[in-house]
């Protein structure tokens, strides 16, 4: 591959990440306040803290403003790390369900987490080749 092709392919994978990883962001904080009890009860049982059900709209708030900032390739160095960070506790805090994924029904599904952990790492190693909607 050359300079040229790479110059053209980079930027259409990059806006395929933006927007696939910022939809996932998306779906997760609309859950919080469509079902703010799950976000309660997740919190609870992987971290182990008790949270008032109001902080799932705070959260949820924080998921879909980064969501919005990947979709748009708004402060790359912040929000694509934001969302890195974010999803590799949630990655970090299922390893009991990535270690047995078969132990329990639903737990063959958390392996799903970990390449979309492996999306959001590349966007942020890339971020600087990123050109987003307003550099054009």
């Not at 910022?22 to 009860?41: A, D, H």
Request: charged share 10%.
């Amino acid at each position: 591959m050359n300079d040229e092709a790479l110059a053209r392919s980079l930027p259409r994978a990059l806006l395929v990440l933006r927007i696939t990883l910022g939809l996932f962001l998306l779906q997760w904080g609309i859950e919080k306040f469509v079902v703010p009890e799950n976000t309660v009860g997740i919190w609870g049982f992987f971290y182990g803290i008790s949270v008032p059900q109001m902080s799932a709209y705070v959260f949820g708030v924080i998921e879909i403003a980064i969501a919005i900032c990947l979709f748009f390739g708004l402060f790359r160095t912040v929000a694509y790390g934001a969302a890195m960070v974010l999803h590799a506790v949630s990655v970090a805090v299922s390893w009991p369900f990535l270690i047995n994924p078969w132990a329990d029904p639903a737990g063959h599904l958390f392996i799903a987490g970990v390449p979309v952990l492996g999306g959001f790492v590349a966007l942020f190693l890339l971020r600087h080749w990123d050109r987003g909607l307003f550099d054009r």
